[in-house]
């Protein structure tokens, strides 16, 4: 794995550009809703090789290993938890067969739906969930890590305290944010970014924000509490839900991209897209 190091060497050259969404576009190829993204992808591997095929096509420097969920705690609910190494392992050699000449981030995210993130109590369920997932993420050969969509600061130091201990190189963290810049759990975002740039983190920022007016101010407002390299990884726009219960995205890739602009004046100098964003997306930003 890189080092933090060797990682902010290669983000201080300039601009670095991460892949968009995976789960909207791996649905709208066929994904059925409610299933284990992770034990899909490895019974119908094609899906997503063409998708980070052509992200790397579009501009892409880092890809994310779809490992979003694959810690054992939610494996565990189609009976995968014992195989939670072999399946993280798995899943970055593919997306490495998929885009040979990228970085491959080995994805963990979230585990507030499993328990009580926000608990002290819960701290140990978190790093052993985390530890065993970083496991298989090393030993399949990931470049380094991405802890996205957090909703707690716990989570990443749970994160941080497993990679520590899996002896992990570079590691990047981005969590999800209110408008005002808070997190969801109330506390202020950017000073929990700072805590994180002192513990070690390699790049801090945001993802599955709405890409919209607010965005640049949200970076502007992040920015002044660090100095590492600061991600910018929103939505395409607000959502609206279809008659399906989809999330369906409307803002196109020229409109995303001015956005992305604004929020490289702003301090920004990581970029991708979350949901509802493309390849498309991805090239009209390494574009511009």
């Given at each position: 794995?890189?080092?933090?190091?060797?990682?902010?060497?290669?983000?201080?050259?300039?601009?670095?550009?991460?892949?968009g969404?995976?789960?909207?576009?791996l649905?709208?190829?066929?994904?059925?809703?409610?299933?284990c993204?992770?034990?899909?992808?490895?019974?119908?591997?094609?899906?997503?090789?063409?998708?980070?095929?052509?992200?790397?096509?579009?501009?892409?420097?880092?890809?994310?290993?779809?490992?979003?969920?694959?810690?054992?705690?939610?494996?565990?609910?189609?009976?995968l938890?014992?195989?939670?190494?072999?399946?993280?392992?798995a899943?970055?050699?593919?997306?490495?067969?998929?885009?040979?000449?990228?970085?491959?981030?080995?994805?963990?995210?979230?585990?507030?739906?499993?328990?009580?993130?926000?608990?002290?109590?819960?701290?140990?369920?978190l790093?052993?969930?985390?530890?065993?997932?970083?496991?298989?993420?090393?030993?399949?050969?990931?470049?380094?890590?991405?802890?996205?969509?957090?909703?707690y600061?716990?989570?990443?130091?749970?994160?941080?305290?497993?990679?520590?201990?899996e002896?992990?190189?570079?590691?990047?963290y981005?969590?999800?944010?209110?408008?005002?810049?808070?997190?969801?759990?109330?506390?202020?975002?950017?000073?929990?970014?700072?805590?994180?740039?002192?513990?070690?983190?390699?790049?801090?920022?945001?993802?599955?924000?709405?890409?919209?007016?607010?965005?640049?101010?949200?970076?502007?407002?992040?920015?002044r509490y660090?100095?590492?390299?600061?991600?910018?990884k929103?939505?395409?726009?607000?959502?609206?839900?279809?008659?399906?219960?989809i999330?369906?995205?409307?803002?196109?890739?020229e409109?995303?991209?001015?956005?992305?602009?604004?929020?490289?004046?702003?301090?920004?100098?990581?970029?991708?897209?979350?949901?509802?964003?493309?390849?498309?997306?991805?090239?009209?930003?390494?574009?511009?």
């Amino acid at each position: 794995m890189l080092t933090k190091e060797d990682f902010q060497k290669r983000a201080a050259g300039g601009i670095c550009i991460l892949d968009g969404a995976t789960g909207s576009n791996l649905r709208n190829a066929g994904m059925p809703k409610g299933c284990c993204t992770e034990q899909w992808v490895l019974e119908n591997p094609e899906p997503l090789v063409r998708l980070q095929r052509s992200y790397a096509e579009a501009g892409s420097q880092i890809i994310y290993a779809p490992t979003f969920q694959a810690q054992p705690i939610a494996l565990k609910a189609v009976g995968l938890d014992s195989q939670t190494e072999k399946i993280n392992e798995a899943l970055v050699a593919l997306s490495r067969s998929a885009a040979p000449g990228c970085l491959i981030a080995g994805d963990l995210t979230t585990l507030a739906t499993f328990c009580d993130s926000w608990n002290p109590d819960c701290f140990e369920l978190l790093v052993e969930n985390y530890s065993r997932q970083i496991r298989g993420l090393i030993d399949g050969g990931a470049d380094l890590l991405v802890g996205e969509t957090l909703l707690y600061q716990q989570e990443a130091e749970a994160i941080l305290t497993a990679a520590e201990l899996e002896g992990a190189g570079a590691a990047m963290y981005t969590f999800t944010m209110q408008p005002d810049g808070s997190l969801f759990s109330g506390a202020d975002a950017g000073k929990a970014l700072q805590e994180l740039e002192q513990a070690g983190a390699a790049a801090v920022g945001f993802n599955c924000v709405a890409a919209d007016m607010m965005t640049p101010y949200l970076v502007a407002k992040l920015r002044r509490y660090v100095k590492v390299p600061l991600i910018c990884k929103p939505n395409a726009g607000m959502p609206t839900i279809n008659s399906d219960g989809i999330a369906e995205y409307s803002m196109g890739p020229e409109e995303f991209a001015e956005v992305m602009r604004q929020c490289k004046q702003n301090g920004a100098n990581i970029f991708g897209g979350c949901c509802g964003t493309t390849p498309e997306h991805i090239a009209q930003l390494k574009r511009i």
